[in-house]
């Protein structure tokens, strides 16, 4: 008999060889119908594989990550199934899955494989899997797999079993189909109920531009039919959302090829907007006992060679600025926390005097590749909301505390209400990895994880997932469409007190190093608009949006008084402006739309003559006519975060 541990912690006896989908099966029938495979000892296994060992083991479905990815690399094997059948003589490259559903590298030899062929492959798919046909795994010698594939004559999977030992080489087949593969793998064909090709890109073998260029195939596959429907309206809302559209449309920043890709221009709304976010922060960052600073754009190579950021973004990166001076080199700045370093660094500090906390808005510089850069997420010249705290051991907890605070500050203020926060520890097998004294991060550990629950976050923990230098904490908030963005992170750091051998003087008179904290609620400007703009679809909050309100008078008979009351509206600090354009005023009224403008001010003759406004609301139709000091009382109520 073997001991199988469930994630509860309960522990149950099987026989010698059971399978994850009869530990199952035990447990219920309906679990055994859902189950895809199943994590074993850490290890995700097909549920069919039996189990020699006592182990601990977790069951996959649909609604795990493994489970789903596990789905998806499954499905690339049907797909490839699909397309040796209708283009026959393809040779394969690889199929993993991805993020959203799986791609394969085809090499289609004369073939121009296109959109026009998804319609076919997404059919011949759904047709094989109806046949259900079980992935069957079974190991294979080195001399058994090449002559498979010689035979075959697909040199790219010849290439791969060249790279792999012989004893450790598996094959699955499913149908007429067999690809060279170490698993897992879902039971059948009949589980992927909907397919769909996204679609095609061209891929070097191995990512090497020297190699033959593949085809790439993007697809997606889903157990319900139903569930590949809402995906696709998602899609679609996703795209009337992306940033990069509202971006333009918005007017609030652009990019020029002559000043260089991934490097953003913000037009005056962006920035006025940017401005509030920062006006925004720095009020609550003061209150929280920061302090500004301010420090350059550049310095010389030595600071990061000391800091360490030479060594792992100098050779991939902006390469040095030179100077007159034969021996002198100077690096845009990738991070800003050496300089912070230095700053702390400036005096000598007690114990009393901790902790200090310096906030700046730094732009970093970072060469990414071009294929990474995307719109106001992936960009070469950034600016983070960054902020280093100093303190003593004994402070992590009460920090931590206080910047998870300030987190959740701004996720209420910006309209983010669902959230959770990954906790990243060390592995605790492999302690040596690490920088920092074992008490040092026994004790900043526990004091992340007490610090989040008395803050009622919902966490997960994740052992191993910690940096070399030290634990921390990541938000993922979850945007309107249910889509899970990285944003705000907290990070523990014992590496850099050290490298810079920063000190403070202890209550015992002893030279002690300070726990140095990076943080940055918003993570960069640019990559939190841009999540900011898909996530409200460009409607801003009201405090936030570039202009709150716009007069639209009905002809310019009451231009003037239209003027009148946006002095009025200036004076109370409400910020807007007036469509005095010669158009009908339905036109005006779907421009104002379109621009997404809070509140729209109608003013006519009836409006003039009884000193009033009649107001629309964006989203909200009609609010009927009202004075001045009524409409001020409006925007008052709801700009007050
Ligand atoms: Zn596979
Ligand atoms: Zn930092």
Redo the contacts with the bound molecule.
Sequence with gaps: MIKITLPDGSVREYEKGTTSFQVAQSISEGLARNVLAAEINGEIWDSSRPINNDSSIKLLTWNDQGGKSTFW??S??LMAEALEALYPGIKLGI?PAIETGFYYDIDFGDHQFSSDDFDKVEKKMIELAKTKEE?KRSDVSKADAINYFTEKGDQYKLELIDGLEDGNITF?QQGNFT?L?????IPNTGFIKAAKLMSVAGAYWRGDEKNKQLTRIYAVTFPKASELTDYLTLLEEAKKRDHRKLGKELELFTFSEKVGAGLPLWLPKGAALRERLVQFLSKAQVKAGYEQVITPHIAQKELYITSGHYEKYGKDSFQPIRTPNEDEEFLLKPMNCPHHCEIYRSKPRSYKDLPVRYAEFGTVYRYEQSGELHGLTRVRGFTQDDAHLFCRPDQVKEEFEKVIDLVLHVFNALGFEEYTAQVSLRDPENKDKYIGSDENWQKAEAAIIEAAAEKGLKTVVELGEAAFYGPKLDFMVKDALGRKWQLGTIQVDYNLPERFQLEYTGSDNQKHRPVMIHRAPFGSMERFVAVLIEHCAGNFPLWLTPEQYIILPISEKYADYAKKLSEELNISDIRGLIDNRDEKIGKKIRDAEIKKIPFMLIVGEKEQEENTVSVRKHGAGDLGSLNIDQFVEIIKKETAI
């Design positions: 690399h499954s690339a094997h199929g992935y699955y690809d593969c170490r698993g897992p793998h």
